[in-house]
């Protein structure tokens, strides 16, 4: 249990590398099977995940606490006829890995915690069918046997685009070539470019034709490359936002072109009246306006800043509306019931649909017991909403909620002021 009494956040903060970025650097690394290095990471949960799937197929990676570096080797074989890659409660690690195991031509056991194989794997089963490869799926665990062969795929662009990417990962590593087909539209495009840009600084080209075709040369080379990680936008969004409720705090790590998605906080921050700066190349602040009002906000391309979206909403003027959001039912928790749960205890005027929230702003809400669903993005998010209330909140569960991306959180969030227990 972690509770909060309100009080002013201020200061500057270093905000964590992006875990979109590391995962695909960590993984692009152990796949160029050479030395490099991969610099600015934090051994959050996911990266651990990530680290321990690229040992379990033989990688050599070692992560240094002092330089926050992991330094790679040429890779051994891995001893596991079947190797088990314990993912813990990643979804990014699952589903990039899937593939990769496939095509490293490793039958693999895939072990996961939470709710994590609760998550939909749909996707790759249909190719699984259409390839050969058998997939035995229990409570907890997923056992893959065969190989993945090039060709043609059709992907349903809905679900999530780290079915993509894991594709993206694999198949320039087969013999032949291979073409990916969306089906629909595909979602949260902002981090098939992340997967774009980090493929193409370890030597793998990969043409897209509008994010409906995707087309990969294969027995292509991972090329052995030192890598720096940048700050990560959906961890600063946190502390924009309590920019915006009234703290004065300077982010910073953060890069001004950034290809991130979820660097849109910062236009949504401004839609809705807030002031939003560079002071610096790689610092951002966000500041209140007493014409802060209600907006309407597309989760679709967007999912991992509605929680704290919702907190920043719930003290606008006026009504807003959060829409195309039903994705969220499908993350760590259903972030949808979630934010309505929490914030309507703390006296929000919040309505949950099936696949949107309707939120009129207040002033203050008020201070009570919550629960984070053990999820980390709930818990950073009711924590800023603490900026805000009268009387302390206590949120269960958050200080383990957080380890799975941001350790340090609530550290952070004491020297800017923050009165935690």
């Given amino acids: 249990m972690v509770t909060i009494t309100p009080s002013p956040l201020l200061g500057t903060v270093k905000i964590p590398p992006s875990k979109s970025f590391a995962h695909r650097a960590i993984i692009s690394a152990f796949l160029s099977n050479s030395p490099c290095t991969v610099s600015n990471i934090e051994l959050s949960k996911d990266i651990e995940a990530t680290l321990s799937c690229v040992k379990a197929l033989g990688g050599n990676a070692e992560f240094d606490n002092n ?31 899937i593939p990769i195991a496939l095509a490293l031509g490793s039958s693999a056991s895939f072990k996961g915690h939470g709710k994590l194989m609760e998550r939909p794997l749909e996707p790759y089963f249909e190719i699984f069918e259409k390839k050969g490869i058998n997939y035995h799926k229990t409570e907890n665990i997923l056992t893959l046997s065969g190989k993945l062969t090039s060709g043609e795929f059709s992907l349903d662009g809905s679900v999530s685009s780290q079915f993509l990417t894991g594709l993206l990962f694999a198949l320039p590593l087969l013999d032949g070539d291979s073409i990916i087909k969306i089906d629909g539209n595909l979602s949260s495009k902002g981090y098939v470019d992340i997967t774009l840009d980090v493929l193409k600084n370890f030597g793998i080209e990969i043409e897209n034709f509008s994010y409906k075709t995707f087309t990969v040369k294969g027995n292509q080379k991972y090329t052995a490359t030192n890598y720096t990680v940048e700050g990560d936008f959906s961890q600063a969004a946190f502390f924009l936002v309590a920019g915006a409720l009234g703290c004065d705090i300077s982010c910073q790590g953060l890069k001004k072109d950034s290809l991130q998605g979820d660097k849109k906080i910062t236009e949504i921050l401004k839609k809705a009246g807030a002031k939003v700066t560079w002071i610096d190349n790689d610092t951002l602040k966000a500041s209140s306006s007493a014409l802060m009002h209600g907006i309407t906000v597309d989760a679709d391309e967007i999912p991992d800043l509605i929680p704290i979206i919702s907190v920043l909403l719930s003290f606008c003027k006026g009504k807003s509306r959060i829409e195309n959001a039903a994705r969220l039912r499908l993350k760590e928790s259903d972030r949808l019931a979630a934010m309505a749960s929490e914030l309507s205890k703390m006296d929000a005027a919040i309505t949950e649909g099936d696949d949107f929230l309707e939120i009129s702003g207040k002033q203050t809400l008020r201070g009570c017991d919550l629960s984070s669903w053990n999820d980390h993005r709930i818990a950073m998010a009711l924590s800023i909403a603490a900026c805000r209330t009268e009387g302390d909140i206590s949120i269960d569960g958050a200080k383990k909620a957080i380890t799975k991306s941001y350790p340090a959180f609530f550290d952070d969030y004491v020297k800017l002021g923050g009165n935690v227990k």
């Fill in 67 to 97: 330089t926050k570096t992991v330094s790679f080797k040429k890779a051994d074989k891995s001893s596991a006829k079947t190797p088990v890659l314990d993912c813990g409660e990643s979804g990014s690690t699952l589903r990039f890995f």
